[in-house]
């Protein structure tokens, strides 16, 4: 990671050819929300909630800019069902993962601009950043500046409709091919 998070002098997203992402995460209970409700005088009302209501989604997202092309989201949902020694969120790999997976969707080098959350400053993920170095300039957020992500911007319309209470559909892979005849 460059120190200061200041491109080198001389050097831009836009002549590198680079997709500029900025990168945020958030989550969302599994618990029904509480509300009012009415019932004759005497008549206590009972409102039934299937299941416990235990569990978290969350989300990683990475929305990606570049002049001349549409811009893209790229995200991961990580769902938590309260078993035992289930990650309760996102760890390092998972954010190391996306940023694999942007790369290759974008095929392009990135800089990747994102908040100051411990995952993003562990070693592991400074030590990828230098592996990657030849297409990966990340660049932190100043502290407590959720005003200059765009991503941000997301969540807003994702509380506006209700959140998935199951993963999402698998596929079956496609290099499972049939053989023709």
Not at 40 to 64: K, Q
Not at 105 to 119: E, F, K, M, S, Y
Not at 142 to 164: C, F, K, Q, V
Request: net charge positive; hydrophobic share 40%.
């Amino acid at each position: 990671m460059e120190e200061g998070g200041l491109a080198t002098a001389g050097r831009s997203a836009a002549a590198d050819g680079a997709w500029i992402c900025f990168e945020d995460e958030a989550g969302q209970g599994l618990r029904p929300p509480r509300a009012r409700t009415w019932g004759r005088r005497g008549h206590t009302p009972v409102v039934h909630v299937p299941g416990r209501g235990s569990g978290r989604v969350n989300i990683a997202a990475l929305v990606c800019y570049k002049p001349g092309e549409r811009s893209r989201l790229i995200y991961r949902l990580h769902v938590y069902r309260g078993r035992k020694g289930e990650s309760k969120t996102f760890g390092w790999m998972d954010y190391r993962d996306l940023i694999l997976s942007a790369h290759a969707q974008l095929g392009a080098p990135i800089v990747l601009i994102w908040d100051n959350l411990n995952l993003h400053l562990v070693p592991g993920m400074k030590t990828f950043a230098a592996e990657h170095a030849d297409w990966l300039t990340i660049v932190q957020f100043p502290a407590y500046a959720p005003d200059l992500n765009p991503t941000e911007g997301i969540w807003s319309l994702l509380n506006a409709a209700p959140w998935p209470t199951s993963p999402p559909p698998t596929y079956p892979s496609s290099s499972a091919s049939s053989s023709a005849p």
